[in-house]
């Protein structure tokens, strides 16, 4: 006898409600907050961290020589281009005169004028004497009268001062034109040191102001990194520590270097350190001035402590600490932390003792009751 | 007494099956888009709670940092730091931008992430701003160069991925930390994020200085060294969207924002502030539009449910002439009817749940299922189909028995 | 139990009022004793459908008086409360199409009524048994309605309206599907069941061919009975 109807619809309307059901608390307890935490868990290992700084700078050369007139005039020619290495000495370029040598020629022609009213003062000098010692000797004689050998002494006094004052004049307008032709010698542009021409600024034809840079030269032995050191993580920062540069254009290729000197002086808004570090060897080819470079300072290890991944630490009612996990439950463990090295391990110096087991990656925030599931990776992390 | 719906049911189990899977996928609807909802007040949550921050100082009369730009002098932390009360104050910026992937990598496309950048000042794991949590990697150890990612985004550990000009090697994952609008987060150290505020591109920089060139105030002849000073300005940046407080313990929350507000001349908000201003300002619009579509969604239920039972009703509008005929109660008829749209919407509830459970992760942004919804849903259907199932009542009750005799 | 059968006197029914009014039946008289088959009889129109009605109680006669069994149930108004328990416990109902209900298998169908009358479902499924054993259908006690032949669908038919052992059974075109030789099967059956369960049964119908078998006819023309014999030709 086969099975009763009702029966054998009962047992299909089962088949499909028992899985629905079952499916149904397993939704209702696998989401929400009835699921239990993923965790990651490590063992705190006691380890030796060897620290290192991190900052960033840009290649400067030490010594930039900016080379420019003295003083306001048009540029005639420029004869070296960016990138030519110049000698010591060696004329860069030049600036057009202008009206330099006509005031010169102006001032020729003044002096002679001033040299022929000196000696027309001259001449009125000494006839001015002339009378006035023959009239003394007429005062004597008593044929002149007081009064008239006084007038001519006065007269003599005049052509003397006059004299003086020609004289002078000449003399101001001989410096005059020795202060000009030195000017117009110091039209020329002159290399000061051996170097490298870094940058030309203007062109011949530019009207160019005293003071204004024509050509940049700099010293390629003397190139530094200006390295810049956030002040929290610049402890032990010191002049002679090793370096490794890595420039933003060749960033496979690390270079050696050591810092040279920390700034006394560190950059008060920007919170940094300042510090140069030298090349060991000249890099080559010579990076670009200004060039972005990634700084990482190597510092002396030290001795093995507990150590914990910085991935671990959590802070609970404001204060930094782990998790542990003791016997499957989660006990919070303020820790008071060292140093650390950029891998992100970081030694504990007090809260922690090697062997124990802290909560590394968690899924969300964690709480002292919460029930924690530990696996290999947090889900949705690739592996 | 035997169980007149139940038979029905057994007897259609087909029909209730379908009609109840179809349902479910309705309040499977329903109960995603009340998630969609709480996902964006979570999301607002999280952001608050991964800040780590009791307090958020911000520009001068504003909403900020997040539901709008505020921007303070970025050594102002300072002095909130002498305030009474304060045990921590930390810089932080937010920006929301799009974040190029795979470029770094030779032959790479770009693709575009839509993140939020959080410069998170210098100071360690466990600083007001830097994630409270890891998924993977670890936290940024050096100050420049280094990014956090949240899972969210797509980013794998060691990827590179450039913001602004620069690039940055992902070192460390997170999980569920995103922005107010669901966006993933990325955390840069605070001076690169403050440059990638400021520096667009390098084209935006040509440009900029181009037309600073161009402008003769800033180009003249006769002072050198005046164009470069003041590039140097326009490319630097020494602000920042808000700072993080932290209370020393003991303090209240006004106790401690209260002199920062007075003397500081900030605006100061206390973290019930701050989630009122994400969730009460923020997503308000959108929460009346998810609100509207509930309403809509179950209006839609409440028809369909409606309908299946007066159809269902009306197949067995002679059966119910002859059960009457034969001296059935009113109120066993009833009852049959209730009943079946009560199993209706229970079928429907439970096919809904597990519906909305798997596919909440597929949605792009979270949608968190949260149980007080599911009980609300569940008592919601259940309203819905006691409200529906009167309209098939009446009519049943309005047979007349005389129908069934013939003629 | 089964009592008088059923009897009626001056039972009169009036649709509307005042001048539209129509009687449908005019001063009806009828009596049908314990295991009696009785047919009635009357063209469309006729008020065949009213009487059914009104014996059924699913309408209110508007005059007259009827007694089924002993009890005096309606006496130019109804005299019982709960006319449900009325139809439920005193008449049986036997339709043209069977009207079984689809969702309940043969024995639940017939036990149904027993059940709304408070029976427990086993003594109401015991007794439903019985009785399809009676009709012969108890092979098919756990068939689907929509299982059964009409043949078949109308004898559980019949086991429903006995089921309650009323003392009146209305059969309204109960043979109307089926050909002769089922038809009078059914008759048959009825004729046993009545004799059988001491009820008394009216059978409304047109159908030629078992209107020789019934020993008395009530032909109803414009509302009137006329009692006439018949042919009561043996099955």
Redo the contacts between chains.
């Keep these: 006898m086969k099975l ?3 029966k054998r ?2 047992l ?2 089962l088949a ?2 028992l899985p ?2 079952l ?2 608390i397993y ?2 307890l696998r ?3 009835l699921a239990p935490v993923a965790v990651t868990v490590v063992m705190v290992e006691s380890k030796p961290v060897a620290p290192a700084l ?3 700078g840009t290649v400067q050369a030490r010594f930039t020589y900016k080379i420019g007139p003295t003083f306001a005039g048009r540029l005639k020619h420029l004869d070296v281009h960016v990138g030519d290495a110049v000698k010591a000495g060696q004329v860069l370029g030049e600036i057009d005169p202008v009206d330099l040598d006509d005031r010169i020629v102006a001032q020729q022609a003044a002096l002679k004028a001033a040299e022929a009213v000196l000696r027309q003062a001259e001449a009125r000098q000494s006839f001015a004497q002339t009378q006035a010692g023959r009239w003394e000797q007429l005062r004597v004689a008593r044929v002149a009268s007081e009064e008239l050998v006084a007038m001519k002494r006065q007269e003599h006094a005049v052509a003397d001062a006059a004299l003086a004052a020609a004289r002078d004049d000449t003399v101001r307008l001989r410096a005059e034109l020795a202060a000009l032709r030195t000017q117009r010698g110091n039209l020329r542009l002159i290399a000061p040191v051996d170097g490298l021409v870094a940058s030309r600024d203007a062109d011949p034809g530019t ?1 160019v ?1 005293a ?3 024509v050509v940049e030269v700099i010293d390629p032995a003397s190139l530094w990194v200006d390295a810049r ?2 002040q ?2 610049a402890e032990g920062l010191a002049a002679g520590l090793p370096a490794q540069l890595v420039l933003r254009s060749r960033h496979s290729q690390p270079l050696a270097g050591r810092v040279l000197r920390i700034e006394p002086r560190a950059d008060a ?2 919170e940094e350190t300042v510090a140069k570090i030298v090349f060991d060897a000249p890099p080559s080819p010579l990076p670009p001035l200004g060039e972005l470079a ?1 700084i990482t300072v190597q510092l002396s290890p030290l001795p093995a402590a507990p150590t914990i ?3 671990a ?3 609970v ?2 204060r ?1 600490g782990v998790w542990k996990v003791v016997d499957g439950d989660l006990a919070f463990a303020p820790v008071s ?1 060292g140093r ?5 391990r970081v030694q504990v110096v007090e809260g922690l003792a090697a062997g124990e087991r802290i909560v ?7 709480g002292a009751g919460s029930r924690i599931r530990v696996v290999e ?2 889900p ?3 592996p | 007494m035997i169980s007149l719906a139940g038979r029905d049911i057994l007897h259609a189990w087909g029909k209730f099956i379908f009609t109840g899977v179809g349902l479910g996928l309705l309040i499977g609807v329903t109960l995603t888009m009340a998630g969609v909802y709480r996902g964006m007040v979570d999301d607002g949550r999280v952001l608050l709670d991964n800040s780590g921050a009791d307090l958020w100082v911000v520009q001068r009369d504003t909403l900020g940092p997040y539901a709008e730009s505020s921007s303070i002098p970025d050594d102002l932390w300072r002095s909130i730091r002498t305030m009474p009360g304060v045990a921590q104050a930390a810089n932080v910026t937010y920006l929301t931008m799009q974040v190029g992937r795979g470029e770094a990598e030779p032959g790479g496309a770009r693709v575009d992430v839509r993140a939020m950048v959080v410069g998170i000042a210098a100071g360690g794991p466990g600083t007001p701003g830097w994630p409270p949590q890891l998924a993977a990697g670890r936290q940024i150890t050096r100050g420049h160069y280094e990014a956090v990612a949240d899972l969210a985004s797509g980013l794998r550990l060691g990827e590179v991925v450039k913001i602004r000009r620069n690039h940055y090697t992902v070192v460390g994952l997170t999980r569920r930390m995103v922005s107010a609008s669901g966006d993933p987060m990325i955390f840069i150290p605070l001076k690169d994020a403050q440059e990638a505020q400021f520096l667009k591109d390098n084209d935006a920089v040509l440009m900029q200085r181009r037309r600073s060139e161009a402008n003769p105030a800033f180009n003249r002849p006769g002072v050198p060294g005046l164009l470069d000073a003041v590039i140097a300005a326009q490319t630097s940046n020494p602000s920042v969207n808000a700072v993080l407080v932290r209370i020393r313990p003991g303090y209240g929350v006004e106790e401690v924002a209260e002199p920062i507000r007075r003397w500081q001349r900030v605006t100061v908000y206390g973290r019930a502030q701050m989630e009122e201003i994400l969730v009460g300002k923020l997503i308000a619009t959108s929460a009346k539009q998810i609100a509207m579509f509930l309403v809509i969604l179950a209006a839609v239920s409440a028809a369909i449910v409606a309908f299946i039972i007066y159809t269902l009703t009306m197949d067995k509008i002679r059966e119910i002439a002859v059960l009457k005929l034969i001296g059935t109660r009113n109120r066993t008829i009833a009852a049959m009817i209730l009943q079946q749209a009560l199993v209706l919407g229970v079928i429907g509830f439970v096919v809904g749940k597990i519906a909305a459970t798997f596919a909440a992760p597929l949605f792009p942004k979270y949608v968190l299922l949260v149980p007080i919804d599911s009980i609300i849903g569940f008592c919601v259907v259940l309203a819905i189909c006691v409200l529906s199932s009167i309209v098939s009542i009446r009519l049943a009750l309005a047979v007349d028995p005389a129908a069934a005799i013939g003629g | 139990m089964a009592g008088q059968g059923i009897r009626i006197e001056g039972l009169s029914k009036r649709y509307g009022k005042g001048e539209t009014a129509v009687l449908a039946l005019k001063d009806v008289n009828m009596h049908v004793d314990p295991g009696e088959v009785v047919g009635l009889i009357g063209p469309s129109g006729s008020g065949k459908s009213t009487l059914l009605k009104c014996l059924g109680a699913v309408i209110d006669p508007t005059a007259g008086r009827m007694l089924l069994g002993d009890e005096l149930v309606f006496d130019n108004g109804w005299k019982v409360r709960d006319l449900r328990a009325l139809r439920r416990d005193k008449i049986g109902f036997v339709f043209q199409a069977p009207y079984l209900i689809s969702f309940l298998d043969v024995t639940d169908n017939v036990a149904l009524l027993p059940m709304l009358a408070g029976v427990p479902n086993d003594a109401a499924r015991t007794r439903a048994r019985e009785l399809l054993a009676a009709l012969d259908v108890q092979h098919r006690a756990s068939a689907m309605p929509a299982q059964l032949s009409g043949g078949e669908q109308q004898r559980v038919a019949i086991a429903r309206g006995l089921v309650n052992r009323p003392p009146v059974i209305l059969a309204d075109e109960p043979t109307a599907p089926l050909d002769s030789v089922r038809a009078l099967s059914v008759i048959r059956i009825l004729n046993d069941m009545a004799r059988r369960f001491e009820t008394a049964v009216i059978v409304v119908t047109h159908d030629e061919k078992i209107i020789p078998t019934f020993k008395r006819i009530y032909h109803i023309r414009d509302g009137v009975t006329h009692e006439e014999a018949g042919e009561g030709r043996s099955l």
């Design positions: 009763p109807g009702l619809r009962t299909a309307l499909v409600l629905l059901l499916l149904f939704v209702a989401s929400g907050p991190a900052g960033i009207t102001v003071g204004q840079a050191f956030d929290i993580s808004i920007t990634e991944p910085n991935a630490l959590r802070v009612d404001g930094r932390l650390s090295d950029l891998d992100g590394v990656y968690s899924e969300k925030a964690l990776r947090l949705g992390v690739a």
